[in-house]
């Protein structure tokens, strides 16, 4: 059996982030903030460009290109030509992943799992 993956097929694990950033299209500038971000693309609030268009994405002095997968009315999916391994946008993103990992709760000490017959009686 062939291991068949779909050329849409997501290979990066999405971090949630809030990152207001520029989106340079054809015609305008339009502002927007990314809301959801891996090394292979991002999901772009409150900007809405042409599916299958190039843009440019305006953060921290640098600039990010990414092609339009999907668009609706207000945000749109882009793909980056290149995986962020540098720059802005991937600091962001590694700052994002840590602030996640930092945030995770403990687990409760004081949880025992069920036990059964004498032994939980102590």
Same mark, same amino acid.
């Given at each position: 059996?062939?291991?068949?993956? =779909?050329?849409? %097929?997501? =290979?990066?694990? +999405?971090?949630?982030?809030?990152?207001?950033?520029?989106?340079? &299209?054809?015609?305008?500038?339009? /502002?927007?903030?990314?809301?959801?971000?891996?090394? &292979?693309?991002?999901?772009? /609030?409150? %900007?809405?460009?042409?599916? +299958?268009?190039?843009?440019?994405? $305006?953060? *921290?002095?640098?600039?990010?290109?990414?092609?339009?997968?999907?668009?609706?009315?207000?945000?749109?999916?882009?793909?980056?030509?290149?995986?962020? %391994?540098?720059?802005?946008? $991937?600091? %962001?993103?590694? +700052? *994002?992943?840590?602030?996640?990992?930092?945030?995770?709760?403990?687990?409760?000490?004081?949880?025992? &799992?069920?036990?059964? &017959?004498?032994?939980?009686?102590?």
């Amino acid at each position: 059996m062939t291991n068949f993956r =779909s050329p849409t %097929a997501r =290979s990066h694990n +999405r971090t949630p982030v809030s990152i207001d950033v520029m989106v340079n &299209g054809v015609l305008n500038f339009v /502002d927007g903030r990314i809301t959801d971000l891996s090394e &292979g693309g991002a999901r772009i /609030d409150g %900007a809405s460009m042409p599916a +299958r268009s190039r843009c440019e994405i $305006h953060y *921290a002095g640098e600039i990010t290109y990414a092609i339009v997968m999907w668009s609706e009315f207000d945000r749109m999916g882009v793909r980056f030509p290149y995986e962020l %391994a540098h720059g802005a946008l $991937h600091n %962001a993103l590694r +700052r *994002a992943r840590t602030a996640a990992v930092a945030e995770t709760p403990p687990p409760f000490l004081g949880h025992r &799992g069920p036990v059964f &017959g004498r032994r939980g009686l102590s």
